[in-house]
């Protein structure tokens, strides 16, 4: 059978029917608040790929570069609102029996929208890491009062506390998200490109298991061809709308039955 392309009454029934619901997010889903994805025509920064400042490498070499990064990307999310997206999944939440939203974005955009447990596999931009004690520290101001800035304990620099590209993930992060997958039954996945591995194999992962699994994209991707559908569109217009049918419907399944997911 052909993936889907449209929200029909099967697919928010079946939605609906779930009782556990994981969704997975990328920096599309932030891209209608204003925070720039990694990809398209967001690529640069002044004259200089994204891409190729977000790594350990850079950093060595360049500490004071990338954070002078970081600080232009925390003020453009200081400055950012949740939007319509963020907001319908925070909706989603309570509705279902067993819920796991697992997102990419470093922003904490999900957070302010009232999702109250996001795995932040990628970590998270207002947070900081000593390079030498490896401790972890909120870093709240904006615009950053010293660049670089260093510990306060020992002096040594700090490092935004996010994986970059090369770096593994945050390895109980990573295993909360893959139980999350393998056990849903429904996955949504919004705005990712599907091309950072590994969050990229976990809807693969959802539909090895038997989940259903529906991506929200304005583009196909790499695993489009091989998931259920895909909503062609911007997030902000197409999961409000969703939310609301799958809503309507009195979801869910979660007083019927135990879960299959389990969250710790
Ligand atoms: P990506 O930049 O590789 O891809 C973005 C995807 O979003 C694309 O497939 C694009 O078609 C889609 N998209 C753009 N606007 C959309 C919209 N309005 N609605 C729906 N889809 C839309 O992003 P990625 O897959 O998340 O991977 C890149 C890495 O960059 C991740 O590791 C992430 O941590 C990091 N990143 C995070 C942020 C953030 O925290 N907001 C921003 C940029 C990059």
Redesign the pocket.
């Given at each position: 059978m052909e993936p889907a392309t449209d929200m029909t009454d099967w697919l928010v029934e079946r939605l609906g029917r779930s009782r556990g619901l994981t969704i997975l997010t990328?920096?599309?889903?932030?891209?209608?608040s204003g925070?720039?994805?990694?990809?398209?025509k967001d690529a640069f920064w002044e004259k200089h790929r994204v891409e190729e400042l977000?790594t350990w490498q850079a950093f060595e070499a360049h500490p004071e570069l990338v954070w002078r990064w970081y600080d232009y990307r925390r003020r453009g999310?200081a400055e950012a609102q949740p939007n319509g997206?963020h907001f319908a999944i925070a909706r989603l939440e309570p509705a279902f029996d067993a819920f796991v939203l697992i997102t990419?974005?470093?922003?904490g955009?999900h957070r302010r929208a009232g999702s109250t447990d996001p795995l932040e596999l990628?970590g998270n931009?207002w947070r900081a890491r000593c390079t030498r004690e490896h401790t972890t520290t909120d870093l709240l101001d904006c615009p950053l009062r010293e660049l670089p800035p260093r510990c306060e304990k020992c002096g040594a620099l700090l490092r935004p506390d996010?994986?970059w590209f090369g770096e593994p993930l945050p390895p109980d992060e990573y295993e909360r998200a893959y139980e999350a997958a393998r056990n849903c039954d429904a996955m949504l996945v919004?705005?990712?490109?599907?091309?950072?591995r590994p969050?990229a194999s976990l809807p693969l992962v959802a539909k090895h298991n038997g989940a259903m699994v529906v991506e929200?994209?304005?583009?196909f991707?790499p695993i489009s061809a091989l998931i259920d559908a895909t909503l062609l569109?911007?997030?902000?217009d197409i999961l409000p709308e969703l939310a609301d049918r799958v809503l309507a419907l009195g979801a869910t399944g979660a007083a019927r039955a135990p879960s299959r997911v389990h969250v710790r």
């Amino acid at each position: 059978m052909e993936p889907a392309t449209d929200m029909t009454d099967w697919l928010v029934e079946r939605l609906g029917r779930s009782r556990g619901l994981t969704i997975l997010t990328g920096s599309g889903v932030s891209h209608e608040s204003g925070v720039p994805t990694f990809r398209g025509k967001d690529a640069f920064w002044e004259k200089h790929r994204v891409e190729e400042l977000a790594t350990w490498q850079a950093f060595e070499a360049h500490p004071e570069l990338v954070w002078r990064w970081y600080d232009y990307r925390r003020r453009g999310v200081a400055e950012a609102q949740p939007n319509g997206a963020h907001f319908a999944i925070a909706r989603l939440e309570p509705a279902f029996d067993a819920f796991v939203l697992i997102t990419q974005n470093v922003d904490g955009l999900h957070r302010r929208a009232g999702s109250t447990d996001p795995l932040e596999l990628h970590g998270n931009i207002w947070r900081a890491r000593c390079t030498r004690e490896h401790t972890t520290t909120d870093l709240l101001d904006c615009p950053l009062r010293e660049l670089p800035p260093r510990c306060e304990k020992c002096g040594a620099l700090l490092r935004p506390d996010v994986v970059w590209f090369g770096e593994p993930l945050p390895p109980d992060e990573y295993e909360r998200a893959y139980e999350a997958a393998r056990n849903c039954d429904a996955m949504l996945v919004v705005g990712t490109s599907a091309m950072v591995r590994p969050a990229a194999s976990l809807p693969l992962v959802a539909k090895h298991n038997g989940a259903m699994v529906v991506e929200i994209n304005v583009s196909f991707t790499p695993i489009s061809a091989l998931i259920d559908a895909t909503l062609l569109g911007r997030a902000g217009d197409i999961l409000p709308e969703l939310a609301d049918r799958v809503l309507a419907l009195g979801a869910t399944g979660a007083a019927r039955a135990p879960s299959r997911v389990h969250v710790r």
